[in-house]
């Protein structure tokens, strides 16, 4: 009896270290990266920082937000393998899934499908976490786009694979560069999952590459950032979010120079500017809604202003992101997955447009 345990434990053991060896690992750099702006210092940062930056605009600069990995491959299994760089986010106003989980699309007549989704339960840094994202897709060929974290940092990702599949990086998914500077709501705030930004959206919606460089409540139009935003690969036009965050007074001072130096540096480039949404913290609030009424209308007639007067400035007033029935917001201030379809729908076109001129 003693015998048939010990043969039973020896299988055992062998099974194990099989099916743990039934996995293969690559290095998602090796793969095609989406979304990425510009050369940083560490792969998976979307700037580097600038002088001028606060230690938080810092740490934000470090996460990958709106980035994704485009590969094929005929793996049955697609899972991710991560090492975070910091601490990863737990979520806040949003779950775990979509500020330290990951997207699985997958392309079906020619659309991006959604396909699985998961994130590590631990966050711990420097450590290996992996987590599975689709189990049973069948073996033939996919082409797959993962998107990343949109409040975490990575140190490194391997895209998992089952053993003796093949993974080779696919070409980017979408056409052209639209650096997309802007707040929380462009980084994803309140979203659902990691790619259910409006800007991923609506590159999924148009085929157009739109970047995240979002910044959660750090979007003023400060000096440096333009900067920033300058000093990398050029670009076929600039959207900014850029009104959610600042006050009436700091638009006041800064809007202008900031434009002034787009167009001296980028002559020609269109420099897209949106209005802020509406929030539903109004609603009840007599001193918020005097706030974000001076907020939206600050912005309204000085871009009036700047679109009479430089050539290559557009305004677009986009849509309450909250839905008619103003139902679709996670905590008042935010949208939730819908009231960014609600915003990506109301910019579309007027975008798609401006990019046709």
């Known amino acids: 009896m003693k015998r048939i345990g010990i043969i039973a434990f020896a299988f055992f053991c062998i099974f194990s270290l099989s099916s743990h060896a039934r996995k293969d690992y690559t290095d998602a750099l090796s793969l095609t990266v989406v979304g990425k702006y510009t050369g940083t210092a560490h792969p998976w940062d979307r700037l580097d920082a600038r002088e001028g930056m606060s230690t938080g605009e810092m740490g934000q600069a470090r996460m990958c937000a709106g980035m994704a990995v485009a590969f094929s491959t005929n793996s049955k299994s697609i899972g991710v393998r991560v090492v975070w760089r910091v601490k990863a986010a737990n979520g806040g106003n949003m779950g775990p899934i979509s500020a330290r989980g990951f997207d699985l699309y997958m392309l079906k007549d020619?659309?991006?499908?959604w396909a699985?989704?998961?994130?590590?339960?631990?966050?711990?840094?420097?450590?290996?976490?992996?987590?599975?994202?689709?189990?049973?897709?069948?073996?033939?060929?996919?082409?797959?786009?993962?998107?990343?974290?949109?409040?975490?940092?990575?140190?490194?990702?391997?895209?998992?694979?089952?053993?003796?599949?093949?993974?080779?990086?696919?070409?980017q998914p979408f056409k052209g560069r639209i650096a997309v500077w802007g707040s929380s709501y462009t980084q994803g705030s309140g979203a659902g999952r990691c790619a259910m930004t409006w800007e991923a959206q609506l590159s999924r919606a148009t085929g157009y590459n739109f970047i995240n460089l979002g910044f959660s409540g750090n979007c003023k139009l400060q000096p440096y950032f333009a900067e920033a935003l300058l000093d990398a690969e050029p670009v076929d036009a600039f959207v900014f979010d850029a009104f959610s965050n600042?006050?009436?007074?700091?638009?006041?001072?800064?809007?202008?120079?900031?434009?002034?130096?787009?167009?001296?540096?980028?002559p020609g480039i269109p420099l897209i500017f949106l209005q802020t949404i509406r929030r539903e913290k109004r609603n009840f609030s007599a001193s918020y809604d005097a706030r974000e009424h001076a907020k939206r209308t600050t912005a309204e007639e000085l871009m009036q202003q700047m679109v009479n007067k430089y050539p290559n400035v557009y305004w677009i007033n986009t849509t309450n992101a909250t839905s008619p029935t103003h139902e679709a917001t996670s905590d008042g201030s935010?949208?939730?997955?819908?009231?960014?379809?609600?915003?990506?729908?109301?910019?579309k076109e007027p975008i798609q447009e401006i990019l046709a001129k």
């Open 116 to 171: 699985g989704n998961g994130f590590p339960n631990k966050n711990t840094p420097g450590e290996p976490h992996e987590v599975e994202l689709i189990p049973d897709c069948g073996s033939g060929e996919k082409h797959c786009l993962v998107y990343l974290p949109l409040f975490s940092q990575i140190e490194s990702l391997d895209i998992v694979t089952a053993e003796g599949s093949w993974l080779e990086a696919d070409s």
């Open 334 to 347: 935010h949208p939730d997955s819908y009231g960014y379809t609600l915003w990506m729908e109301s910019v």
């Open 246 to 266: 600042p006050t009436p007074q700091e638009v006041q001072e800064r809007l202008e120079p900031f434009i002034q130096r787009f167009v001296k540096e980028r």
């Open 110 to 113: 020619e659309k991006w499908l």
